[in-house]
């Protein structure tokens, strides 16, 4: 059942050799592009970097050597208004998406595009990773692939075969998140010191990197700073200005 792929997700970050075919990427592209899509307007585009050179540039960059070397087929997932501006000029009409809801749009776009890439894969027993890291080097990633202006790297993608098996992280529980007719806040006093036992306990017995942390301790110590503050500065240069 699909909703026990959905349910067994666990990143992985070592690969087997095997690279996927041209056929087998096609077939996962095609699946992913299924993805609901505001307007029907799908803006999005996927690099495939195949390139070994391109590969471990993109591992410095996005500082994650070993996925982008070492996995089956490695995917940058874009937001993409460029196509729309080709569409727009077929028409003899000038395309505007230059607004804070435009953004909003093409990244929940990439989102839903890459997530069903993320359960095809899985559901034909490959293992997946997202890659934030390309938002390191959101500039140089762009020149190494040659984005146009119209387009940014979201995340990486990196599927493969799995050398290794990670056990399940534990997810908030339901009641932490579903909220009924109106957001309750008060309920966090009672369910975040619960899930920090159960993410500390995952933490302790898993097999590999085992650590003892709280989840409430990551999400302050990653969250009292800002981060990746260059973001904004770049998106204006791909015609993105908060509008």
């Known amino acids: 059942m699909v909703i026990n792929v959905m349910k067994s997700h666990a990143s992985v970050r070592d690969y087997k050799e095997k690279q996927l075919t041209r056929e087998e990427v ?18 999005y585009s ?6 070994p050179e391109k ?42 998406y230059d607004q804070a809801e435009n953004l909003i749009v093409a990244v929940t776009d990439v989102g839903l595009l890459a997530q069903n890439l993320a359960l095809a894969a899985e559901s034909k027993g490959y293992g997946i990773c997202y890659v934030g890291g390309v938002r390191n080097n959101m500039e140089a990633i762009s020149e190494l692939v040659g984005l146009p202006e119209g387009v940014f790297p979201v995340y990486g993608l990196t599927v ?9 992280k534990p997810r908030l529980p339901v009641e932490a ?21 159960t993410i500390a306990a995952y933490y302790e017995a898993r097999t590999t990197n085992q650590k003892s942390i709280m989840w409430t301790q990551q999400m302050a110590h990653f969250l009292n700073k800002p981060q990746r503050t260059d973001i904004r500065e770049f998106l204006a240069k791909k015609g993105f200005l908060f509008k």
């Open 26 to 43: 096609s077939e996962l592209i095609e699946a992913a592009q299924h993805a609901a899509s505001s307007h029907f307007v799908q803006a």
């Open 46 to 51: 996927i690099v495939w970097v195949t390139d």
């Open 55 to 96: 590969r471990k540039k993109l591992g410095e960059l996005s500082r994650n050597p070993q996925q982008m070397e070492g996995a089956g087929a490695v995917f940058l997932m874009c937001a993409d208004f460029n196509r729309l501006t080709h569409a727009g000029a077929m028409q003899g009409e000038r395309t505007v």
């Open 160 to 168: 493969g075969v799995p050398n290794e098996g990670n056990e399940v």
């Open 177 to 197: 998140i579903l909220h009924e007719n109106s957001y309750d806040e008060a309920k966090y006093e009672t369910l975040l010191p619960e899930y920090d036992k």
